[in-house]
């Protein structure tokens, strides 16, 4: 779990910002985003460890803990990978157009 937070967290600084989201999510800014939106419980507008792993946790109690392992697992492979489309927080087809923004 925190292996895989330190995949996405660049600069190690415990906090995954928005920029280190946007390349986590390929570019997608709605996708990062969501991410933010759904994760960053004290609206700071970064995902820290701590809530990384509530995140972990929730999943967990609800019996999704293996495979949310795995599916970001996957994400973090398909970043290496071209035409590999498919997100958890999803994608909308402009962001492809935004891929040097990083926020509204």
Do not use: P, Y
Request: some cysteine.
């Amino acid at each position: 779990m925190t292996k895989l937070f330190g995949a996405i967290d660049s600069d190690v600084n415990l906090q995954a910002d928005k920029e280190e989201l946007f390349k986590f999510c390929k570019g997608s800014l709605s996708m990062a985003n969501r991410m933010i939106h759904d994760l960053d419980t004290d609206s700071d507008g970064n995902i820290s460890i701590l809530e990384w792993t509530e995140m972990f946790l929730k999943f967990k109690k609800e019996g999704l803990f293996q495979e949310t392992c795995e599916f970001i697992q996957w994400q973090l492979n398909a970043n290496a990978e071209e035409g590999n489309s498919f997100r958890m927080w999803g994608e909308r087809s402009e962001d492809q157009r935004n891929s040097k923004v990083l926020s509204q």
